[in-house]
């Protein structure tokens, strides 16, 4: 999947602006900047694991819930920050359409889509690095460099690339009511990337607390990794935790399998006694791989 952005360089204005969360400087002859998330398209498999999806506008893809641009200049200087979330009008006219002034030079745009649920925490920090504080979403993010030579217009595109793998946990047992937490230890990548090259800045691993709702029932929970190369295998280890943090059962799945773009499946039981034999891996979205383990 990859988003198209369509970047339009008008003329007149002087400021930042587009009824969103902007950081800017003060610019000397300034150019007005129009960034528009026109819509993306599927050529390979999803996370709903459709084999492919036409073109369609950014609106009406739900999982697409917050929109970060910045233009940063050639000494690697912020020189405007714009984020639209797709559950705030206050934060847009049009979700995917941004405006901003800069003076004549060279810049770096960085655009990132992403996932957004309350209490997240995201930084965009520079073209080379951009964070997660809390869960990992699904991510798109691209870069391009923009030259505005003179105040005639411009029209620029830019592409954004998903550039997680997500971790889907399914069991095949019912979660009893002793169980509140589940948490999964990633082995490597990152919640920490590279816009620029989509892939972690760091393979030190990291740690996520899933509170799941059901009781009584199977639950999928899900969570996504940025990787160190296109392809990565790490360990991952599951334990369910009690109301109080205590570790109920923990299991170590080695050697999971991880690609950019693609959804890694562990299925089994999780609950019960007998959970050592169950579980299986299972990648999607180009193609399918079961590995028994």
Known sequence: MFIYVAVMLLLAATSCSNESENSVVTPQTSVPVTVRVDGFTQSLEDFSGSSHRAAQSVESYDNVKAITLAFYDANGV????????????????TFGEFSCSLPIGSYTLVAIARGLQPNDVFSLNSPVEAVYGGLTRETFAGTKAVVISSTSVQN????LNRVCAKLSIATNDVRPTSIAKIRTTYGHGSKTF????GFATDNNGFVIINTPSKVGEPITIGSYVFLTENTQTMDITIETLDANDQVVFSTVVHDVP????????????????SVASAIQVETAWENEE???F
């Open 194 to 197: 590279s816009p620029t090259t």
């Open 156 to 159: 620029q595109n830019i592409s």
């Open 290 to 292: 079961v590995v028994n």
């Open 78 to 93: 912020e020189q405007c920050k714009m984020e639209q979330l797709r559950d705030d009008h206050t934060t847009y006219t």
């Open 258 to 273: 991880f690609k950019r773009n693609r959804v890694t499946k562990l299925q089994g039981s999780l609950f019960s006694s």
